[in-house]
């Protein structure tokens, strides 16, 4: 064991649990535990002023209380490599309010549309008839337009009907083939039973941390030209804390690189946005409900609300502008969609079915005009997905 403690030996491992608060790692990590990420952890202990009167002018020393955790996780946004297989990081977004859905094959050969107009189309079987049950999820499309597309459905009727996040001249038609490519997507739930809270243990050069019953959000910033990173914020209950302990075998660091964002989609009120960066942040708030009968004097966090925000910095348009101004002044919600990567397995599509614009101001970048964007998803449970397919 190292007399100094090198940062730069560090492993994060992450299990969800069965029970909340109850250690899900038990000792040492399993290989599919660990997270290949930079992390930093945040302790914080409550304490209380000592009223006592010591006969100095000195205070007394204050009392220490129970011991939290606030964990930030930075990952690259890298996919499994097979397309229907969920990314190692998959599994924290259960703990911030994310439902996993995996579609193992991909549904339509591609098959013809029965129908279509600029930014609709309507499939035939092997499509199910089912509301919402493909939103979120990418579509391929080929055929018409000729050249195919990537696109994301936004809103799925009974009735088959793909409402699309682009806008297509000519109309889709018979002529357009379809595919929802095998995929995991990750859709927001209000359900508390979905997902779990995380076990997590942070092994440095000789040192380990313990977090318990950990539970946050996540957020991407896409940057034009760039590879995105997903960051997780996590809170917890300290289990033990700078507890000396060897740093185990089995970690094996995942090297796949994220895709750039590069000849992709960038969409804002189906119309290309060009911009340089696009924000996502999923805004989960968590709260510790106080419990004397607990070892720390209250429990694991649980997630109390949610508070999503998209932010833009597209370029200004004597057309695109005075629309997004049109629909800032009246409150009339837009849809946003991102897709990166080209590789199976290994693409990411983002999306918002619906949100307010909250904020239009003026901004320069590289001395052109700017329109500085913030917007809110209004949508319950449909504020934002993300696909890894």
């Given at each position: 064991m190292a007399v100094s403690v090198r940062t730069r030996l560090k492993r994060i491992a992450l299990k969800v649990e069965s029970v909340p608060g109850v250690d899900s790692i038990a000792g040492t990590p399993a290989s599919g535990d660990y997270v290949t990420c930079s992390a930093s952890f945040r302790m914080m202990q409550d304490s209380t002023p000592n009223p006592v009167e010591n006969g100095g002018f000195d205070d007394a020393a204050p009392i220490p209380g129970g011991m939290r955790a606030e964990i930030v996780l930075t990952i690259p946004l890298a996919g499994s490599g097979a397309a229907a297989t969920?990314?190692?990081?998959?599994?924290?977004?259960?703990?911030?309010?994310m439902e996993q859905v995996i579609t193992a094959a991909a549904i339509g050969a591609p098959t013809a549309a029965t129908a279509g107009t600029a930014n609709t189309v309507t499939g035939g079987?092997?499509?199910?008839?089912?509301?919402?049950?493909?939103?979120?999820?990418?579509?391929?499309?080929?055929g018409n337009p000729a050249a195919g597309a990537q696109d994301v459905i936004l809103d799925y009727t009974v009735g088959r009907v793909m409402t699309l996040a682009r806008t297509y001249a000519p109309v889709l038609s018979v002529g357009s083939l379809l595919q929802v490519p095998a995929n995991v997507?990750?859709?927001?739930?209000?359900d508390d039973t979905i997902g779990g809270g995380l076990t997590a243990y942070c092994f440095m050069d000789g040192l380990r941390h313990r977090v318990l019953g950990c539970r946050g959000s996540w957020a991407i910033g896409l940057m034009a030209g760039k590879p995105a990173s997903i960051v997780i914020r996590l809170t917890?209950?300290?289990?033990?804390?700078?507890?000396?302990?060897?740093?185990?075998?089995?970690?094996v660091p995942v090297t796949r690189q994220a895709p750039r964002w590069a000849g992709g989609v960038a969409q804002m009120n189906r119309t290309q946005i060009a911009c340089e960066s696009l924000g996502w942040d999923m805004g989960v708030r968590t709260y510790f409900p106080e419990n004397p009968e607990a070892a720390e004097g209250f429990d694991v966090p649980i997630i109390t609300g949610a508070g999503p925000r998209i932010s833009a910095n597209p370029f200004s348009h004597t057309t695109n502008t005075p629309t997004r101004a049109g629909a800032f002044r009246a409150g009339t919600p837009v849809p946003v969609a991102a897709i990166l990567g080209t590789v199976a397995g290994n693409r990411f599509a983002i999306s918002s079915p619906s949100a307010q614009i909250l904020d239009l101001q003026d901004a320069e970048r590289a001395e052109l005009g700017v329109d500085a964007i913030a917007m809110q998803p209004d949508l319950v449970d449909a504020s934002m997905f993300l696909a890894c397919f």
């Open positions: 969920p990314p190692e990081w998959g599994k924290l977004l259960g703990a911030c309010r079987v092997p499509f199910a008839a089912t509301a919402q049950l493909y939103r979120g999820m990418p579509l391929l499309i080929t997507l990750y859709r927001p739930t209000s917890g209950i300290v289990a033990a804390y700078k507890e000396a302990a060897a740093t185990p075998a089995g970690f």
